[in-house]
């Protein structure tokens, strides 16, 4: 120890340093994994990976199922029927950017937010999560022009609060809400003019 003091003084081996009293943490366990361990750093990222994986497909898969659920788009009036191509612009978008939203989500969740700020985080991306799978029942399906426009509103205010609760968390998560706002945007011009 009194090797180590002039050094220490120094400040070359601050952190090295430990006092003979202090016991640490935790004891390694010779033949054990540690933190630094590449096996475990491996297992970490796979398990990272296999998350992100479900939380972007189950939120594009239930929205293309709500797509495929409502059909090409019947109206009562088949003179404002949507067009196949304004419906297939509609499937792309929305399940594009319930894609986009999830990974912000999961970048969100995976830095602990979505459970330390459920109210700025959780349930705003749950009610644009659900808005954007009940548009195309309410919309194209029923062809409920105003319940569409009300989906719309909600899926916008939804990615609005998502873009400020997920910003607290990570800026990135977010900048990566943000375009899902627009988009909800789009999407009552487009239902506007299905109406």
């Known amino acids: 120890m009194e090797a180590t003091a002039p050094v220490q003084d120094t400040g070359l081996t601050h952190r090295a340093y430990r006092p003979v009293d202090d016991t640490p943490a ?8 540690t933190s630094r361990d590449p096996k475990r750093k491996v297992g970490r990222a796979k ?32 003179t404002r029927a949507p067009s196949a191509a304004m ?74 609060a998502c873009v400020r609760g997920f910003g607290r968390v990570n800026p990135v998560a977010g900048d990566l809400a943000m375009p899902c706002a627009a988009w909800a945007v789009l999407l009552a011009v487009m239902n506007y003019k299905m109406m």
């Open 26 to 33: 935790r004891m390694p366990v010779p033949g054990g994994a």
């Open 47 to 78: 398990r990272g990976l296999r998350s992100l994986i479900v939380a972007v497909t189950l939120s594009a898969a239930l929205t293309a199922v709500a797509f495929y659920v409502s059909g090409p788009g019947s109206s009562k009036d088949e």
């Open 87 to 160: 419906v297939a612009i509609a499937r792309a978008g929305s399940v594009a950017t319930e894609a986009v939203m999830a990974l912000a989500a999961w970048m969100v969740w995976a830095e602990g937010g979505l459970h330390g700020m459920p109210g700025a985080t959780l349930a705003p991306f749950a009610a644009q999560l659900l808005a954007a799978a009940a548009w195309p029942a309410l919309a194209l399906r029923l062809g409920a022009g105003w319940a569409g426009m009300a989906c719309c509103a909600a899926m916008a205010a939804g990615a609005a």
